[in-house]
């Protein structure tokens, strides 16, 4: 149990197009998700956390206009990059809890912005 | 706000020895302390977690030792072997909620 997907895994963009990343919760109800991003060889650094019909909660030096996020239902939330740049490019990751503190971990998507 | 801080930052071990990971948090208010493995280019996978109302938690090879007064947590593995090798992430939650802070990782080479 506690499975969760993430789609794309990788995409490439022209930069100033926008990409939505989607993360599913595929047998359990996240009461919240939360979206990581992850530089090669570095650590998870969370970005937001979103509840179900709430709206997300940012880290601080993460611009909300930038990166979008929508959790519209228990078991998907969705991270979109708004005009990308190349220095958006990273590995981001999410992750979702149910009632427990668990939090159980997506794939991840590559992100590559040329 | 929470700080978790991880050592050594690379851990190289023969095969069959001991390795062990150190972390140190300092919101006393934690709560709850997970290790993730992460393996090249994969997700993080939760192997062990501990809650503070326990000193020690053992699962096999694997065993987490919880320290509150010092406010550190350490990760031991026994009688490692190649499919070890892996990064791993200590965390610690904020304040007693739902956010974690994640360590900055180690990573651990298993030599045959």
């Known amino acids: 149990g506690a499975v969760v997907s993430q789609h794309p895994s990788r995409v490439i963009c022209k930069s100033g197009t926008s990409v939505k990343i989607e993360c599913r919760s595929l047998d359990f109800q996240a009461t919240t998700m939360f979206w990581y991003r992850q530089f090669p060889k570095q650590s998870l650094m969370l970005m937001a956390t979103?509840?179900?019909?709430?709206?997300?909660?940012?880290e601080q030096g993460v611009e909300k206009d930038k990166f979008l996020i929508n959790h519209a239902s228990l078991t998907l939330s969705t991270l979109t990059v708004t005009s990308a740049h190349p220095e958006d490019s990273s590995f981001y990751i999410c992750?979702?809890?149910?009632?427990?503190?668990?939090?159980?971990f997506g794939p991840g998507t590559r992100l590559l912005v040329l | 706000g929470e700080n978790v801080e991880q050592h050594p930052s690379t851990l190289s071990v023969q095969e069959g020895d001991s390795a062990v990971i150190k972390c140190t948090y300092s919101?006393?208010?934690?709560?709850?302390f997970p290790w993730y493995k992460q393996e090249l280019g994969k997700r993080p996978q939760l192997i062990i977690d501990i809650r503070s109302n326990v000193g020690e938690k053992k699962d096999q090879r694997i065993a987490v030792t919880l320290n509150k007064t010092a406010k550190h947590f350490s990760l031991h593995i026994t009688e490692t072997q190649p499919e070890d090798s892996a990064v791993y992430f200590c965390a610690a939650n904020r304040a007693a909620g739902n956010k974690l802070t994640f360590g900055g990782g180690t990573r651990v080479l298993v030599k045959p």
């Open positions: 979103s509840n179900e019909g709430s709206k997300a909660t940012y």
């Open positions: 992750s979702a809890r149910g009632s427990a503190e668990t939090q159980y």
């Open positions: 919101d006393s208010a934690s709560n709850y």
